[in-house]
């Protein structure tokens, strides 16, 4: 498939960054004197994200071929994706000289969010082949694109977005936009009343509803609150409400029993196959896994669940339990077991790097003291697998400090499954280092009082395998 790309700005150096990370050639025409410095942080980012996101080798990378004209970039496309800005009568003359010189067949593509087909084909050689693709932005992150614009151009214009992972969603005006515009509308109506700041409604979105409509939509979300009777009793509860809105959007059409119908019987064919119970069960692990990420890039509503977690480690009384400290403990999801069913081995490292955490955080070195320039680094670990574990048991840590001085301190694990027995152990050595300088660096008296505190409970000789690592196979020594 030979694709050509007209503009290459925010939404289409998406476009591009998509194509080119999923194997294809682009040949791009863009004016702007900074375009291929524009277009080469994009794609930067773009790799960049995609690496984060695949586990899976990417594909060979295809190549940005840059024309001198628009001419020249479609003279031998299959596909074209303009993404000029919103004007009609700049559209008009940019598909002017696409028709001109590109293939009869060529499928025009127009990212276009204000004009609709019709207008676009406006004087058009051949109208039919004129389609709006409308992404999102980031364009090489989210999947879905509006294919505005029927028949078979429409059905290989999908067939190609897909291949590159997009989500076409067909249909005959724009919907995506409109959703938009009504919220962003109110918005504004929140903000002029002065009911509202821009974060309050920000933070509302990110930390409440956006989230559930990121990963179940408007309607999924909504027939969940039905619960078991759901969508016709969701309807039902709120048509007094749809007659006295709060909002400033009035116009809205009378839920009358036969839209509530219609509404129902497509909410059934879009997901009766679920009950309420299995929906609020998918629901949660899908935010689950969204908060988990946010609390891994400490954004939006992954910093409150990381400031409630950093207090379940830090809860006044957590050692009261005795020694070796029980400070840590977690329920195996269901992602974190490969395909023997069994937790996969990388897990068994994060549940000892997670009870180190707990361990830091138990000692006073918390966010806080990360906040002044030093934390701790691991700088050696051992772990030793010695049973399976299944997703769904419940793993409880013990941990042990065998030892430390002005800038070290050496912990050991032993993860346990519910009966008490141990399903591997870790040992690691930490470092406490000054993070702007990047340099070991003595411990504060309260982090070595601390220290004390903790290895004054250490009564026990240490376990037999401390300190060892991989030495022999039966009676033979492994050499490596």
């Avoid at 984060?52 to 074209?80: C, H, K, M, N």
């Avoid at 009777?229 to 039902?236: N, S």
């Avoid at 499954?417 to 152990?425: F, L, Q």
Wanted: include cysteine; glycine fraction near 8%.
């Amino acid at each position: 498939m030979r694709i050509a790309a007209i503009g290459s700005g925010i939404i289409g150096g998406g476009w591009i960054a998509r194509f080119i990370l999923s194997g294809h050639d682009v040949t791009v025409h863009d004016p702007h004197p900074e375009a291929a410095r524009i277009l080469g942080e994009v794609i930067a980012n773009a790799t960049r994200a995609w690496e984060r996101l695949f586990q899976a080798p990417l594909p060979t990378p295809g190549r940005v071929i840059w024309a001198t004209s628009v001419a020249e970039a479609v003279a031998d496309a299959d596909y074209v994706q303009e993404s000029v800005p919103e004007r009609l009568d700049l559209k008009h003359r940019i598909i002017a000289e696409i028709e001109a010189t590109a293939p009869a067949t060529a499928i025009i593509s127009s990212s276009t969010s204000c004009f609709k087909p019709s207008e676009l084909r406006q004087g058009a050689c051949h109208p039919a082949r004129i389609l709006v693709a409308h992404p999102f932005d980031p364009v090489y992150l989210l999947p879905a694109v509006e294919i505005i614009g029927g028949g078979a151009t429409a059905e290989r214009a999908c067939a190609l977005l897909t291949s590159v992972g997009m989500q076409p969603v067909q249909s005959n005006t724009d919907i995506g936009d409109r959703l938009l515009e009504a919220v962003w509308r109110e918005a504004l109506w929140l903000i002029k009343d002065g009911i509202a700041t821009t974060q309050e409604i920000d933070d509302l979105i990110r930390f409440g509803f956006g989230l559930r409509w990121a990963q179940m939509g408007l309607f999924e979300t909504c027939r969940i609150a039905g619960g078991e009777a759901g969508m016709h009793r969701f309807l039902g509860q709120i048509v007094a409400a749809q007659r006295e809105p709060r909002t400033k959007l009035t116009d809205a059409p009378d839920l009358d029993n036969a839209l509530i119908d219609r509404i129902a019987a497509q909410s059934d064919a879009q997901s009766g196959a679920h009950s309420s119970r299995e929906l609020e069960r998918i629901r949660d692990d899908n935010l689950v896994g969204i908060l988990q990420a946010l609390k891994a890039t400490d954004w939006g509503a992954g910093q409150t669940v990381r400031e409630m977690e950093n207090a379940f480690y830090a809860r006044e009384g957590v050692a009261a339990t005795g020694y070796p400290l029980r400070i840590y403990d977690v329920t195996v999801p269901g992602g974190w077991v490969d395909y023997n069913g069994h937790m996969t081995e990388f897990r068994y490292l994060q549940v000892c790097g997670d009870a180190t955490d707990a361990f830091l955080i138990h000692i006073g070195l918390d966010a806080g003291y990360r906040a002044k320039g030093c934390s701790a680094y691991t700088v050696e670990t051992h772990i030793r697998h010695i049973a399976e574990v299944k997703a769904g048991e419940r793993l409880s840590v013990e941990t042990r400090l065998l030892g430390h001085d002005a800038k070290r301190f050496r912990l050991h694990h032993a993860i346990l499954r519910e009966d008490g027995s141990i399903a591997a152990t870790g040992e690691h050595m930490l470092l406490h280092v000054d993070t702007a300088a990047s340099r070991a660096t003595p411990m504060g008296e309260a982090l070595i009082a601390a220290l004390d505190a903790v290895a004054a409970q250490e009564s026990e000789a240490h376990p037999p395998h401390a300190g060892a690592g991989i030495r022999s196979v039966g009676k033979t020594p492994l050499a490596i």
